[in-house]
């Protein structure tokens, strides 16, 4: 998958809301053997095969520090970021609210490209942040195979939940 393709899905995520416009993910896109090589240790046997498979592996992560992008990010509002600072158990919570939403972005703006996204949610965390994210404030979330889907191998669709069934209206 080309680098101008995972630019596109940047690009394409970063315009989905967040609160305080805190944008605390952060992504590492692995796509080389070496790469491949580093996250084998941290990914269950059972989806290991998939994984290694992927042509690029996202390492969803959050900045632990997000609120000290917040006068770019948010500049009419400058005591955010003073709060966030004064508050680590609400800049704890809204970076992992909001980088798993930034996720959920991620995985729509790329089959919005056309490629196919499968969440692997069984990693050794602290094996992922050592290899990738040693040095930084980032901390693993989830990881995303992207890749090209076939059509004609395309496991179906399991059933989901009816509008009724999870929605009220009131």
């Known amino acids: 998958i080309p680098e101008a ?3 596109a899905i940047y690009d394409l995520m970063k315009r989905g809301p967040t609160s305080a416009n805190s944008c605390p993910a952060r992504i590492v896109f692995v796509t080389s053997e070496e790469g491949r090589a ?3 240790p941290s990914v269950d ?7 290694l498979q992927a042509p690029v592996t996202a390492i969803v992560a959050y900045d632990a520090a997000f609120h000290e992008h917040l006068p770019r990010l948010l ?4 005591e955010t970021a003073i709060r966030f600072a ?3 158990d609400l800049a704890q919570e809204t970076a992992h609210r909001d980088a798993a939403m930034q996720a959920a972005y991620l995985i ?3 089959r919005g490209l056309g490629l196919g996204c499968w969440l692997v949610a069984e990693f050794d965390r602290a094996k992922v942040d050592a290899a ?3 040095g930084t404030r980032w901390r693993s ?3 995303v195979d992207i890749g090209y889907v076939d059509r004609n191998k395309e496991f179906p669709r399991r059933p989901r939940l009816a509008f009724e069934e999870v929605c009220r209206i009131v």
């Open 75 to 78: 500049p009419d509002e400058p």
């Open 45 to 51: 046997p059972e989806v290991l095969g998939a994984t």
């Open 141 to 143: 979330s989830l990881l």
């Open 38 to 40: 580093a996250l084998r």
């Open 86 to 88: 004064a508050r680590p």
């Open 5 to 7: 393709t995972l630019r």
């Open 132 to 134: 990738f994210l040693s």
């Open 108 to 110: 729509m703006a790329t």
